[in-house]
């Protein structure tokens, strides 16, 4: 014989319970899909820098610039690299094989210039003195 719900403690979560957990566990895996368009940067997306099969995204926050070189057509390893350097600072990368992106590179730009380089095996692009 069974011993039904309540003798094992349990209470059955009916229609609103079942909505309501299915809300939840779509809320939470949408969050990672939308890192991964990101590519991990945080912020708005302020710039992007074209190049062949790729484009680097500049994004940036309250205090700081993060950039991500993106590949338009992920699976196949090929050389990808991104670089932000601040006015008056040293350049921070991410350069090597990857099938998605490279990077995310972030640095504190408050108030300061980035100068934005990114590379894939084709070809690079390089910003300027941007977001001054």
Request: aromatic share 6%; proline share 6%; glycine share 14%.
């Amino acid at each position: 014989m069974s011993q039904g719900w309540k003798a094992r403690g349990r209470v059955p979560l009916g229609a609103a319970g079942a909505a309501l957990w299915l809300a939840v566990g779509a809320v939470f895996a949408a969050a990672p899909q939308a890192a991964a368009t990101t590519g991990g940067c945080a912020g708005e997306l302020v710039r992007t820098l074209p190049l062949p099969d790729a484009e680097v995204r500049v994004y940036r926050s309250r205090a700081q610039v993060c950039a991500v070189t993106v590949a338009l057509r992920p699976g196949q390893r090929r050389h990808l690299a991104v670089s932000v350097q601040p006015r008056g600072g040293v350049p921070v990368g991410d350069a090597g094989q990857f099938t998605r992106y490279a990077g995310p590179v972030t640095v504190g730009a408050i108030s300061r210039c980035v100068y934005v380089k990114g590379s894939v095996a084709a070809g690079s692009v390089e910003s300027g003195w941007i977001l001054c």
